[in-house]
T-cell receptor
Framework: AQSVTQLGSHVSVSEGALVLLRCNYS??????LFWYVQYPNQGLQLLLK??????LVKGINGFEAEFKKSETSFHLTKPSAHMSDAAEYFC??????????FGTGTSLTVIP | EPEVTQTPSHQVTQMGQEVILRCVPI?????FYWYRQILGQKVEFLVS????????KSEIFDDQFSVERPDGSNFTLKIRSTKLEDSAMYFC????????????FGPGTRLTVT
């Protein structure tokens, strides 16, 4: 079975500061890991994904995440926050079957 | 860029009524899904659909729910007799091939049951 835990339902950062959104997963099979972003009144947009290969994956809008098997983590980072990054971020895992397992989401606020 | 679309964006219905939520997946995708997100909670899987039949469903997807692909483009979720606890955002998703590689999500339909 798979599951995801996102620590921190709300994160606030200053514009230009580092963004760090935490995600830990549990999976009985090699996981596929995803970060999705949801802007107000919009659907879930894929930011980045890890399937196999390089453990540091780069996504859209300057985001990246590193798969750390030993820590069962897939934290999302961005060196410098922008006002347009304010949104809800969801970590998800899949590994077999058809469904994705989502975390509860982290709401990111960027302070000017 | 192709995208998943959903209609309506917001549906208000009375308890006990039937509702149909509609989705148009990306045209060359073969797998289709419904998820829901109750306010303040995580996105939860409901059902997946492939080759005109349900391939997987969760405990949430009971006899009150059904899915259908009535033509070559639409994918629908029907709730036969809505309950207050069905109030949620419902997301449709589709994928081209292996389901666990990537799923593309629609903007969602907010269902409010009064």
């Amino acid at each position: 079975a798979q599951s995801v835990t996102q620590l921190g339902s709300h994160v606030s950062v200053s514009e230009g500061a580092l963004v760090l959104l935490r995600c830990n997963y549990s999976s009985s099979v090699p996981p596929y890991l995803f970060w999705y972003v949801q802007y107000p009144n919009q659907g879930l947009q894929l930011l980045l994904k890890y399937t196999t290969g390089a453990t540091l994956v780069k996504g859209i809008n300057g985001f990246e995440a590193e798969f750390k098997k030993s820590e069962t983590s897939f934290h999302l980072t961005k060196p410098s926050a922008h006002m347009s990054d304010a949104a809800e971020y969801f970590c998800a895992v899949s590994g077999s079957g058809n469904q994705f397992y989502f975390g509860t989401g982290t709401s990111l606020t960027v302070i000017p | 860029e192709p995208e998943v679309t959903q209609t309506p964006s917001h549906q208000v219905t009375q308890m006990g009524q039937e509702v149909i939520l509609r989705c148009v997946p990306i045209s060359n995708h073969l797998y289709f899904y419904w998820y829901r997100q109750i306010l303040g909670q995580k996105v939860e899987f409901l059902v997946s659909f492939y080759n005109n039949e349900i391939s997987e469903k969760s405990e949430i997807f009971d006899d009150q729910f059904s899915v259908e692909r009535p033509d070559g483009s639409n994918f629908t979720l029907k709730i036969r007799s809505t309950k207050l606890e069905d109030s949620a955002m419902y997301f449709c998703a589709s994928s081209q091939g292996q389901a666990f590689i990537e799923q593309y999500f629609g903007p969602g339909t907010r269902l409010t049951v009064t």
